[in-house]
Nanobody, 124 residues
């Protein structure tokens, strides 16, 4: 499975961005999908996840109420709508896929495939 993330950029605090992740390759299996981020000098941290069915979603406390994860299995895409952005949201954002059948992960090591990352910069 190959994942391609896009949609990052520079935005002022309070603004919005939408990230997208497109899957290709052996996508016949069901995958839970997640977004993680990594700021300079910090560990990669969980942002949001959605089950393969799209029924259940999970968020880090720091983004709950501001970010929304969604997926379109027909288009093989996962989106992350980011509103009310803050400078602390500045990071490289990564999408990741976890084979379904396990508890949807919130830790990087639980995911099997990763995209290349897209930079999000929020200016104050």
């Amino acid at each position: 499975v190959q994942l391609q993330a896009s949609g990052g950029g520079l935005v002022q605090a309070g603004g919005s961005l939408r990230l997208s992740c497109t899957a290709s390759g052996r996508t016949s299996s069901s995958y839970d999908m997640g977004w993680f981020r990594q700021a300079p000098g910090k560990e990669r941290e969980f942002v949001a996840a959605v089950t393969w069915s799209g029924v259940s979603t999970f968020y880090a406390d720091s983004v709950r109420g501001r970010f929304t994860i969604s997926r379109d299995n027909a288009e093989k895409t996962v989106g992350l709508q980011m509103d009310s952005l803050k400078p602390d949201d500045t990071a490289v954002y990564y999408c990741a896929a976890q084979r379904s059948g396990r508890v949807t992960g919130k830790r990087a090591y639980e995911y099997d495939y990763w995209g290349q990352g897209t930079q999000v910069t929020v200016s104050s």
